[in-house]
């Protein structure tokens, strides 16, 4: 094997790899078969899509101790709804139904959809039938008690957080049963905050105990489309604990079994690309987790607490945090442990989060994420820059050699056995290691891919300019410049190489500027525009060694 063949492998590793994510994604694992319980013309503002906690789906009382499972039950019946409460804060803007005082509806008002539509925002939360995505919570009980279907009843229907001087929106949805327990939710919406705090007060006036305990969960559709992506990014469930940190609970994994596990403290979350939910318990509260499949690809992540005991006369209260927003890493440190391994690394991640460490730091130098992208390509060049060396070394005295092994080759014709023997005799004779491009070009790769991710996940970079046209590094370059450039950079950079003795590979190696070009056309700018500095960084180093080298052995003969 010889640093053609390495470089081949390198290259290829990487694009088979994000190939392999897609087909993943698309095509990895059977689909959950399908029962289309509603008919189409659903829209946003009368839903269609049931809620997931019925009383037989949310876990059995169990007096005294955690619920023990999620009893399975998929419902057909068509998501009720009422009167609409709207808030609106400086970042989010939310409608809340009073069927269930559930939230139907979050726009994330600071993060427009694209560009060009500024004043368009993120829909995070909506319960249109395509996209289902909702935050249900409610109370389970043997006696009466405000679940999904209870009607709320609400003092007034808007509520916005102002000019004002308000730090915060109190929003109070009341519920009274026939036997006289009343309940408040209460929805707290803070100044600046995607996290809204949510209070379940019971107050018992019946004559008997009450008992109960709070379920909070997500309901989401499963919207992938089937088509083929290349770029990959996880949609789905994620809870933690303590014992076993950031799991993911993937739709195939609740459609094959009901996630059931009492953890103490922890999270659930349903994810996606740059932003998501997740139902927070109070710290060291042990809560039952559970998962459901149901129709039309609908599943159900969320948690119930303990049970609650309330004597007559007296009341009390449940409380949770919803978080509902971008996966700002130092924001979701400070809400929960573990808030912040949404923003989902992979298996890099040791090396991922120091790059982009590094990388918001430079921001803060420069003011924008594209210089800051370059600078961080120049770092990751000099750190490498003695293994770098190394390689193009190596390559230089290949290149050096190329009149004799051509000279060999022509001497030994068709008969590769004697051919390699000599060239392995020539190796050893000028004391060059073909191996010795190979190491540097294997270390650098974690580092490559570990970048791609950090790219890929940082909502930082989201709609993020950098010069001219390029006013998206999340997205694909417009124009193809960059795309172009990066083959046009690899091009030079084969020419800069010895040719492959193999004819073969030679041809290969031609192809691959053309072959990798089309790919990078649709990978996000931020990502071409680090491979196009590497490469322009890469070709001015190897072309100096190239050209010290030629100029020492012109001198030498």
């Not at 957080?161 to 036997?179: C, F, M, Q, R, Y």
């Not at 890099?348 to 730091?361: D, G, S, Y």
């Not at 005295?397 to 000279?407: E, G, H, I, V």
């Not at 960084?537 to 012109?554: C, H, K, P, V």
Request: glycine share 6%; proline share 7%; net charge neutral.
């Amino acid at each position: 094997m010889d640093n053609y063949r390495i470089l081949l492998f390198a290259a290829l590793s990487v694009v088979i790899l994000l190939l392999w994510q897609a087909w993943q994604q698309d095509f990895g694992a059977p689909q959950t078969p399908t029962v289309v319980a509603t008919g189409p013309g659903a829209t946003p503002a009368v839903p269609s899509a049931s809620p997931a906690a019925t009383t037989s789906t949310a876990p059995a009382l169990t007096p005294g101790a955690p619920a023990a499972t999620v009893a399975p039950a998929v419902q057909a019946a068509a998501l009720k709804s009422a009167q609409r409460v709207h808030v609106k804060t400086d970042v989010l803007d939310v409608y809340i139904d009073t069927i269930g005082g559930d939230l139907r509806q979050a726009d994330l008002l600071t993060y427009p959809v694209k560009v060009d539509k500024p004043n368009e925002p993120v829909r995070l939360l909506t319960d249109a039938q395509a996209d289902l995505f909702i935050a249900q919570s409610g109370l389970l009980s043997s006696r009466a008690a405000p679940d999904y279907q209870a009607q709320f009843s609400a003092e007034q229907t808007e509520y916005t957080l102002g000019a004002s001087g308000a730090s915060e929106i109190k929003v109070p949805l009341a519920w009274t049963g026939p036997d006289g327990v009343a309940v408040t939710k209460t929805y707290t919406f803070k100044r600046g905050s995607y996290v809204v705090d949510v209070e379940q007060a019971v107050n018992n006036a019946s004559t008997t105990e009450w008992k109960g305990r709070q379920y909070r969960q997500f309901q989401r559709r499963d919207s992938s489309d089937g088509g083929m992506s290349l770029i990959y990014t996880y949609t789905g469930g994620v809870i933690y604990s303590e014992a076993k940190k950031y799991e993911k609970i993937q739709f195939d994994d609740m459609a094959a079994e009901n996630l059931s596990r009492d953890i103490p403290g922890g999270w659930a979350a349903m994810i996606q690309h740059y932003f998501l939910g997740a139902w927070i318990p109070k710290a060291g509260e042990a809560n039952h987790y559970y998962s459901q499949a149901l129709d039309d690809k609908r599943y159900v992540l969320g948690m119930a607490s303990p049970e609650m005991v309330v004597a007559p006369g007296q009341s009390g209260s449940f409380s949770s945090r919803l978080f509902i927003g971008p996966k700002l890493q130092d924001t979701l440190e400070k809400v929960a442990p573990g808030l912040e391994l949404t923003v989902d690394y992979g298996m890099l991640t040791v090396i991922a989060k120091p790059l982009f460490w590094l990388l918001e730091w430079l921001h803060k130098m420069v003011g924008n994420w594209g210089w800051s992208i370059v600078l961080v390509t120049l770092m990751i060049k000099l750190v490498f820059f003695k293994l770098s060396e190394t390689s193009y070394r190596s390559m230089a005295n290949m290149r050096r050699l190329q009149p004799k092994m051509t000279a060999l080759k022509e001497r030994h014709g068709e008969d590769r056995q004697k051919f390699s023997q000599a060239m392995m005799e020539l190796y050893k004779k000028e004391k060059v290691n073909p191996m010795g491009g190979c190491l540097p070009i294997l270390v650098q790769i974690p580092v490559f891919i570990a970048l791609y991710w950090m790219l890929l996940e940082s909502v930082e970079l989201r709609q993020a300019p950098f010069i001219l046209w390029i006013q998206d590094l999340s997205t694909r370059d417009p124009f193809y410049v960059l795309p172009l450039l990066m083959g046009a950079t690899m091009f030079i950079q084969q020419k800069l190489n010895p040719p492959p003795p193999d004819p073969v590979m030679a041809k290969m190696m031609k192809f691959l500027p053309f072959i990798f070009t089309p790919f990078f056309a649709f990978f996000p700018a931020g990502l071409v525009l680090y491979w196009v500095v590497n490469n322009v960084l890469s070709i001015a180093q190897q072309w100096y060694i190239t050209r010290r080298i030629e100029q020492q052995s012109a001198k030498a003969a």
